[in-house]
């Protein structure tokens, strides 16, 4: 469906209206190959947190986000925002208020056991990635529908809707050659107030997007096998 030929409204109480699905079959090579090509190149993927000051396509971000917004969400209420944060002024307040917050989390607020599961990662409550990455993701989840006079409408499965739209984003922007990392700084309230978003949103996540700085290094995890993860039955 295409967003130039069709507006999105909220829906709630119309009728059910199907429309005929008939995608062309994928042979079976060819989806064993694409399925393999594609799992090589989500291998590849890794969390970045030194990033390089150089500038991104800004349609490829753009287009990510776009890949996101088609995620499946909780009776389709689709209860996500995007802001995309370029302006290096607003970047260095998000710094500011996350590096406050995370100083209180790392001094302690966290607990031994947290901080004994972030060792490995390497993270400390500094946050150069807020300003050096180009540009930054800001993911609100819609708690509830705010309509206009303020009427309000339950949404459902905000928590799963949300974080399956965050998965294909961070697919998207890796797919597309593109790095990033998804930041909880905990609390994250401050994020909603710094870019002025409607009560009916909640912060989820900052995700800052760009290239690897030259001297940029990950932690060497191991992932989990197939074989760990996957249950047959
Ligand atoms: C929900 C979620 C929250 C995360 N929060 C942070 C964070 O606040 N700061 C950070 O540096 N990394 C954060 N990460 C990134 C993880 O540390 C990273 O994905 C993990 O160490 C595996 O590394 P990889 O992404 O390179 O495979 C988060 C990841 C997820 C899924």
């Not at 059910?16 to 989806?31: D, F, H, L, W």
Request: contains cysteine; proline residues 9%.
């Amino acid at each position: 469906m295409s967003p130039e030929t069709q507006q999105w409204t909220p829906t709630h109480g119309q009728p059910y209206r199907p429309v005929a699905y008939r995608p062309a079959r994928m042979p079976g090579p060819e989806s064993l190959a694409r399925a393999a090509e594609l799992r090589a190149r989500m291998d590849e993927r890794r969390t970045v947190r030194r990033f390089s000051p150089d500038p991104v396509p800004e349609q490829a971000v753009r287009d990510a986000i776009a890949c996101a917004a088609t995620a499946p969400s909780g009776a389709h209420q689709q209860p996500w925002t995007f802001v995309l944060v370029k302006d290096p002024a607003v970047r260095q307040q998000i710094r500011a208020a996350a590096e406050q917050e995370e100083q209180i989390s790392y001094d302690g607020r966290l607990g031994d056991e947290w901080l004994a599961a972030l060792r490995p990662i390497g993270t400390d409550a500094v946050k150069t990635h807020l300003t050096d990455a180009p540009a930054l993701i800001v993911v609100f989840q819609q708690r509830y529908w705010l309509g206009p006079n303020g009427t309000k409408r339950k949404h459902y499965y905000v928590d799963e809707s949300v974080g399956i739209a965050v998965g294909m984003l961070l697919s998207a922007l890796h797919l597309s050659g593109l790095a990033a990392l998804i930041h909880t700084p905990s609390p994250m309230r401050f994020l909603a107030h710094v870019l002025n978003r409607p009560e009916n949103e909640k912060a989820f996540a900052v995700i800052p997007v760009g290239y690897p700085a030259e001297d940029c290094e990950v932690p060497d995890l191991v992932r989990k096998s197939l074989d760990q993860v996957l249950v047959e039955v």
